[in-house]
T-cell receptor
Framework: AQSVTQPDIHITVSEGASLELRCNYS??????LFWYVQSPGQGLQLLLK??????LVQGIKGFEAEFKRSQSSFNLRKPSVHWSDAAEYFC????????????FGGGTRVLVKP | DAMVIQNPRYQVTQFGKPVTLSCSQT?????MYWYQQKSSQAPKLLFH???????NEADTPDNFQSRRPNTSFCFLDIRSPGLGDAAMYLC???????????????FGPGTRLTVL
């Protein structure tokens, strides 16, 4: 069965500083990888996804993520954080062999200091 | 704009009193999902419909049921809510998942359920 680990439960970053959120997955076949963002009391918004091709993917709101098969990782980055980026971020893996289920990591809560 | 709509956004019910949460979509997607998300946890899939084909997760309690009367609507029924069922319930949709590439899921804003 697939699984996703987000090692950092909380991250605090200063506004304007760079941000990197870690994500490691476990899945035996080709993974379909996603990053979602969730603001308090809101649903999930897709930031970006990786299915195949270029391992560096660009998303909305200035986010990017890099797929590294050798490390089973799909880390999310943003060069300069804005206060509005304070939210919870979920990494997820989709697996066709598992009935197309989407498995989420535990999430990383990002706090932005002025 | 095409979207996933959940009503109500906030629902309060009493312990043991049946409650129904609603999801509708204008995306014309044939797959619809219900997730439960407890505080500070990741969403957990309860079940999904592929068209009218219902697929229950093995660990979803019998207390949770679902109905999909047509493509656009899907309902989550909690027959006898307990205090442990207080959570955010997220509905999601996607296109045909049984052919071609994996298709992403689009989420609604969620319904926050409080059980008194």
């Amino acid at each position: 069965a697939q699984s996703v680990t987000q090692p950092d439960i909380h991250i605090t970053v200063s506004e304007g500083a760079s941000l990197e959120l870690r994500c490691n997955y476990s899945y035996g076949a080709t993974p379909y990888l996603f990053w979602y963002v969730q603001s308090p009391g809101q649903g999930l918004q897709l930031l970006l996804k990786y299915f195949s091709g270029d391992t560096l993917v660009q998303g909305i709101k200035g986010f990017e993520a890099e797929f590294k098969r050798s490390q089973s990782s799909f880390n999310l980055r943003k060069p300069s954080v804005h206060w509005s980026d304070a939210a919870e971020y979920f990494c997820a893996v989709g697996a066709r062999a598992a009935g197309n289920k989407l498995t989420f990591g535990g999430g990383t809560r990002v706090l932005v200091k002025p | 704009d095409a979207m996933v709509i959940q009503n109500p956004r906030y629902q309060v019910t009493q312990f043991g009193k049946p409650v129904t949460l609603s999801c509708s979509q204008t995306l014309n997607h044939n797959v619809m999902y219900w997730y439960q998300q407890k505080s500070s946890q990741a969403p957990k899939l309860l079940f999904h419909y592929y068209d009218k084909d219902f697929n229950n997760e093995a660990d979803t309690p019998d207390n949770f049921q679902s109905r999909r009367p047509n493509t656009s609507f899907c309902f989550l029924d909690i027959r006898s809510p307990g205090l442990g069922d207080a959570a955010m319930y997220l509905c999601a949709t996607s296109r045909d998942q049984r052919q071609g590439s994996y298709n992403e899921q689009f989420f609604g804003p969620g319904t926050r359920l409080t059980v008194l």
